[in-house]
């Protein structure tokens, strides 16, 4: 479990810079999701990622949110021109086949703050 | 959309007594359940799930939950905590079909057991 890296583990940012945050799966995993909590909220779904593909990202808002999982490197999770509102602890997961017969790996969370 | 109610915010427990935490679900079809735990300073990790079949479902350290279809209600109990429990407990689903790596959470509950 200790295997899903999260950087940075937190991140402030003033209202209208972006946020970068970079999720390094599990050696082996190929899947990946992104989760967001908001404050005093439970975790929620934003996408589905495997290497190179979008799966789904019907939890993602429609704009200043972007997600990607390239060939080599880690995932990363892109919000521009953050509000207020974006603060939060922003958690990845990754499988190593997709479906919940095989678990989802949660890495340590980016807690974002936007000042 | 589907939606999970962790009822307590916060319980306060002395070593030995039980535990019992609920969590009840909105969703109609058929479900898959989950309970995860998040020591201080770790990775949200999983407990116990549910697919099928026996609806007692026997987790790690000596973890159990019982899926009571009737009541959307899936608890978590155990007959006797340890200090170490401490930490904060979270319920998820999954509405299986196409989504079936799809998390919804619960907005968790802290567990505190004094020794």
């Known amino acids: 479990n200790a295997g899903v890296m999260q950087n940075p583990r937190h991140l402030v940012r003033r209202r209208g810079q972006e946020a970068r945050l970079r999720c390094s799966p599990m050696k082996g995993h190929s899947h990946v999701y992104w989760y967001r909590q908001l404050p005093e909220e439970g975790l929620k779904f934003m996408v589905y990622l495997q290497k190179e593909n979008i799966i789904d990202e019907s939890g993602m808002p429609k704009e200043r949110f972007s997600a990607e999982f390239p060939k080599e490197g880690p995932s990363i999770l892109r919000i521009q021109q953050v509000v207020r509102g974006d603060s939060a602890a922003y958690f990845c997961?990754?499988?190593?086949?997709?479906?919940?017969?095989?678990?989802?790996?949660f890495g340590p969370g980016t807690r974002l703050t936007v000042t | 959309a589907q939606s999970v109610s962790q009822h307590n915010h916060h319980v306060i427990l002395s070593e030995a007594a039980s535990l019992e935490l609920g969590c009840n679900y909105s969703y109609g079809g058929t479900v898959n359940l989950f309970w995860y735990v998040q020591y201080p300073g770790q990775h949200l990790q999983l407990l116990l799930k549910?697919?099928?079949?026996?609806?007692l479902v026997k987790g790690i350290k000596g973890f159990e939950a019982e899926f009571i279809k009737s009541k959307f209600s899936f608890n978590l109990r155990k007959p006797s905590v340890q200090w170490s429990d401490t930490a904060e407990y979270f319920c998820a689903v999954n509405a299986g079909g196409g989504s079936n790596y799809k998390l919804t959470f619960g907005k968790g509950t802290l567990l505190t057991v004094n020794p």
């Open positions: 997961a990754s499988s190593e086949n997709p479906g919940l017969y095989y678990e989802q790996y």
């Open positions: 549910y697919f099928s079949g026996d609806p």
